[in-house]
Each structure stands twice: as C-alpha cells, then as structure tokens.
C-alpha cells in the first residue's frame, strides 16, 4: 500500500476531478467512504449531482474564506493524498477505507486524533484498489495544519495498516530514488506516443553523458550537443558554474514556455555539485608516444570490476557505496557502445540498476578511480568485431551485481535489491546473447586432439574440483582454443591456469568454462614473460601453496578423470 501526496489551489478543481466519469474511465461509481464528520454532502449519492457537489466545495472551503479575510490562508491551501492497494491485495471494503483514511489524516497532521480543530477532509473511493483523501489545510482555530513530513508519516502508518489488515508488505525506500513522473507527464507522453516521458529520457541521457565525460567542463559541452535537449548553465557572479537545467526540444507547458528540469530534479546523484564530485575523482592511464602495446579498455574495465565484491566484503560502506556507483556508470555507457540487437537488454539494466546506485551512505568518490577510469577509456574502444571485450565484461558485472544485491541486502536496502535483481535478470539476457559469437569463433579453431588432450591433462591437476564441469561444459572447446592461442604466443597454459584461478574463486560461477575462458584471454593480452620471468614463475608455482582447498599443482599419476586426486 503506497501514499501519494501532493498540494493545490482549487478545491473545486480537485473535487471535480474526483467525481469525473467521462474523462477518467477508471472512476465506478464515485462516493464518498468518510469525511472530516461523518455528515459531509456526497454528490456520489445525491439525486442533484452539481449541487451536492458545490455544497461539498463550500463546506471545505469555509475555513479557508475565514483565514483568507485575515491574511493568513496557504497560498496552496489543498491537501491531496492518493492511497493505492497494492496489486493481488483483496478487495477492501467502504467501511476498511473509512478506517484507512481516518489514520492517514491523523498520522500526517491533517487531523490528529481527539483535536477538534483538525482540518475538513473527505476520503472519496472511485475505484476497487484506491482512495483519494481531499482536505483544506486550514484547521478550525484558523491556523495552516502542521504536516511536515507527511509522506514519512503516512507511509509509516501504511506499513503498519499493511500488517494489521494482512495485506502485501511492500518494499520501502530509503528517499533516495529519483522521482518519479507525475501523473500528467506520463498522460502527456501517452498522447504524444513516445515511450518515455521528458523528465525519464533527460535522466537516461544525463546519465549516459556523466559516465563517459572525463570531466565538468566536458560534461557540460557534450550536454550542450545534444540534438533535441535545450540547455541552460546556471553561474555564480565569480563566472564559475553553479548549476543546469535541461529540456525536451518542444516540450512547453500551456504559455509556450520549456519545461524545464534541473539536475537534482531529475535524480539526486545528478546536480552539477554532485557531478562535479564524481568527475574529478578520476583515474585515466595516459598513454605515451613510446608505448609498444595500448592497453585493452575493455580488459582493464574487467579488472577493475573484478576488484568489487572485495571493497564490498572487506571495505567501509562510504567506499563501498562509490565502487557501486562507479559500476552504474559502466553499466549506463554499455548501450552507447554494443550492437543494435543488444542495446534494448542493456538499457532496460541501467534503467533498473540506477535505483541500486544510491543510498543513505555517502559515496566516497575517490574510491573507485580506476574503474570509473577505464569506462571513460571504453569510448574510445567500440565494441570489437568478434565481442569478446564485451562478453568478457558482462560475464563479471553479472557475478559483482549480485556482489551487489548482497550488500544491499545486509543493509536493508529493499528497493535497491528488487531493483538489482531487476537488472541482474536483463544482463545475463545480454551475456548469453553477447558470448555467443565470441565462443562460437572460438569453438571453430579448437586444436587437434593431441592437443585437447594435454589441456586435459592440466585442467585435472590445476582444477581438480571443477575438472569434471569444466570438461563437460559445451565452452571447454573455447577454453582449449584459448590456452592453445596463448600458448603459441609464449605464454605458459599452466601459469595461466593457476593465475586465472587465483583472481577469483570459480564456485559462484555459472560456467566454470567460460570464466576461465575469458579470464585466460584477458592474461593472455599481456606481454608474454621472458625466458629468466618464465623460469622464476616456475620456481614461485613449485613451492606455492594450492589456491582452493582440495586443488593441487602435481599432475595425476595416470590420465584420465580417474586419476586420485589428493586432499588437504
């Protein structure tokens, strides 16, 4: 059960909306289900509608009038509060609503409990799942109602209704999330057939633009570039920058003006000030004129986030909450930069994920540098011919968002994991369809079966617990083409084995093949060591310690999956 709270001007407008039958197609059989007395005229039962209806006008605004002659009546002297059941809920009676309103107006101040000097309201039920509460907020004594706070309040006095009356608990916030679009915005978008409404595409674009500007300044320029969004920079009398606000090429309210959104409207991670924050708090790898290999945006993006779940598990919150927002920034700018059949998946995540990537914790920008780095450097990197870089990329977001649901959870952060479990189910969509190309390729050029046979050899003694999965996954194909490839590079398959699996347990993976396959890729990117680095990582691997309980370096005494394994 959710409030909806909102204040006006006309009582009149209101109750007239309230009553309508023939715009509003979902208000049946319009009625009153309480009041501030018991008594208030109802035109829902009334054999003269129009009448009843200015009598009702009249009676809730008689305070009003009085306070206006002395100066003292609210400019925006109507209170409206929406109150909606939650879907699945059961059928409420009239006599159920009358009980919930009475406690919303007392909890919100509207009408505290025993004061005889509450406010005039009425509850008015049009639909099975709903009730709108309209009141003045003038109380009897003359005075404006004190309701600050009222949404906080009504929404802790619904949960409670939810559990007296048996009904769905739902999952609450923390007052984090953007806002959300007003009835009228949406009804405006549905008229004008787009899919979006102003203020929800201005945030998706803000976003995408915060996550590959490299600075303020250049934020702001891409900004200003952008065909079909008008923007206007706010400055402090010393020149410097204090804020923008941004609108729809022809979206204008009825006097022909723009609409207008400033950053902080639009989500509040997203004012100049807080924008500002983020994007001095970057890490960008130059390179030099001399540098023999650049090095892969899509690798090092991998990396970083690789590091996550670890600054989660082992870092405080404030660093935490920054590595999660830096993974939002990586997950925005994915649509800009994969293939069209993609694009629809990734944008429906960091839609969903944007809820994830706030919370009360304040983000300790400096953080995550090195990520938030390397997905700027991913503009300049599209999307190789054969995806890999992206596949690789997806295979661990997929693995930290649920690193990520994880730390919300523990923290009670309830819409910040509905919302990531949102997002984890559209990116494992964009995974399966983005790996299956890249291991596809690879699968073609798998080695002859000499070959296939020694990487057997060496996945029984390196991985001995996952040896039997890996073997029967349909990527081992891939696997082995990607250690014969490294191999012939000058790589040892071996060292690359035991250092694939030290980056990171492989028991929450979901294909052992895959992970190893991309992780093998992403090694085999580098330099290969020479002769003097290869023998000292052989001296280093003999005396190491096994990286996982149970996994062993020695080969197994005969081939095959039946050769014994030895245990710690």
Request: net charge positive.
């Amino acid at each position: 059960m959710i409030a909806k709270i909102g204040s006006g001007k006309s009582t009149a407008g209101l109750i007239r909306y309230l009553f309508d039958t023939k715009k509003a197609k979902d208000h049946i059989d319009p009625h009153l289900v309480a009041s501030w007395d018991g008594f208030a005229p109802d035109p829902g039962r009334a054999d003269d509608f129009n009448a009843t209806k200015k009598r009702l006008v009249a009676d809730l605004d008689l305070r009003v009038k009085q306070a206006r002659r002395l100066g003292r009546a609210p400019e925006r002297h109507v209170w409206h509060c929406s109150v909606r059941a939650a879907p699945g809920d059961r059928h409420l009676t009239d006599a159920e609503w009358a009980d919930i309103a009475r406690r919303v107006v007392a909890a919100t101040g509207i009408a505290p409990q025993g004061d005889p000097d509450g406010c005039r309201w009425v509850a008015v039920r049009h639909a099975d799942d709903h009730i709108h509460i309209a009141a003045t907020k003038v109380r009897g004594d003359l005075r404006t109602a004190r309701h600050w706070n009222d949404y906080v309040t009504a929404d802790k006095e619904l949960a409670a209704i939810e559990k007296e009356y048996g009904l769905q608990q739902i999952v609450r916030g923390d007052r984090t999330a953007a806002k959300r679009p007003t009835r009228a915005e949406t009804e405006k978008a549905l008229r004008t057939g787009t899919t979006q409404t102003s203020r929800e595409r201005l945030r998706t674009t803000v976003r995408q633009l915060v996550s590959i500007a490299a600075s303020p300044e250049e934020f702001l320029h891409m900004l200003d570039g952008v065909e079909g969004v008008l923007v206007d920079v706010q400055h402090f009398p010393s020149g410097d920058v204090r804020g923008y606000k941004v609108a729809v090429g022809g979206d204008t309210n009825a006097a022909g003006e723009p609409i207008w959104f400033s950053g902080a409207k639009l989500a509040p991670d997203l004012s100049y000030p807080k924008i500002a924050e983020r994007l001095t708090a970057i890490d960008t790898a130059p390179i030099t004129e001399g540098s023999r290999r650049r090095p892969n945006p899509w690798h090092q993006a991998t990396a970083a986030a690789e590091r996550i779940p670890r600054h989660l598990d082992h870092g405080d919150d404030e660093a935490a909450q920054a590595h999660i927002a830096a993974l939002g920034e990586a997950i925005d700018v994915l649509p800009l930069l994969a293939p069209s059949h993609l694009r629809p998946q990734l944008q429906q995540a960091a839609i969903v994920f944007e809820r994830a990537t706030r919370s009360r914790i304040r983000a300790q920008q400096d953080q995550a540098r090195a990520l938030r780095g390397a997905v700027r450097a991913l503009r300049t990197a599209p999307v190789s011919s054969d995806g890999s870089g992206l596949a690789m990329f997806l295979d661990i977001a997929v693995l930290v968002v649920i690193a990520t649901a994880r730390w919300h959870q523990a923290r009670r952060n309830d819409q910040q994991v509905a919302a990531v479990y949102q997002a984890l189910i559209h990116l494992q969509a964009a995974y399966q369809q983005a790996a299956i190309g890249p291991l596809a390729a690879l699968a073609q050029r798998q080695p002859p079966a000499r070959t296939m046979e020694r990487h057997t050899q060496r996945i029984i003694a390196i991985l001995p617990n996952h040896a039997q999965q890996v073997l029967d996954d349909p990527a081992w194909p891939a696997l082995a083409t990607a250690l014969t490839e490294a191999e012939t590079a000058g790589h040892d398959p071996e060292q690359l084995l035991r250092n694939a699996t030290r980056q990171r347990t492989l028991d929450d993976a979901r294909s052992t093949a895959k992970t190893l396959t991309w992780r093998i890729q992403r090694l085999a990117a580098r330099q290969a060591p020479s002769p003097r680095a290869q023998a000292a990582q052989a001296r280093t691997s003999a005396t190491a310690r096994p990286a996982h309980p149970g996994e062993i370096s020695s080969r197994p005494s005969q081939p095959g999956l039946t050769a014994p394994v030895r245990h710690r």
